[in-house]
């Protein structure tokens, strides 16, 4: 028997965000990402700008981005799958 074994490599990548409020920006710099969010910081409507800007960003569905630690926080750590 001959078996076929595929093996899909993901990579995943973790960045440092900072938030800062009432402007509208993103600006990469190496594992760092600084956001500017127009929302506010309540029911969670700043960290969904935040998912949008950074997958549009990087041209990627909004899925594959997650608050991994900060969900409350300006610093945030942001994984890219």
Do not use: C, W
């Not at 509208?24 to 800007?53: H, M, T, Y």
């Amino acid at each position: 028997m001959l078996f076929n074994i595929y093996l899909i490599f993901r990579l995943v990548v973790i960045y440092k965000v900072f938030v800062t409020f009432h402007k509208d920006f993103i600006e990469v710099d190496n594992d760092e990402i600084s956001v500017g969010i127009k929302s506010k910081p309540q029911k969670g409507e700043a960290n969904k700008e935040l998912i949008q800007k950074i997958s549009k960003y990087f041209n990627i569905p909004q899925s594959q981005v997650r608050i991994t630690a900060g969900q409350q926080s300006r610093k945030k750590l942001v994984q890219i799958i």
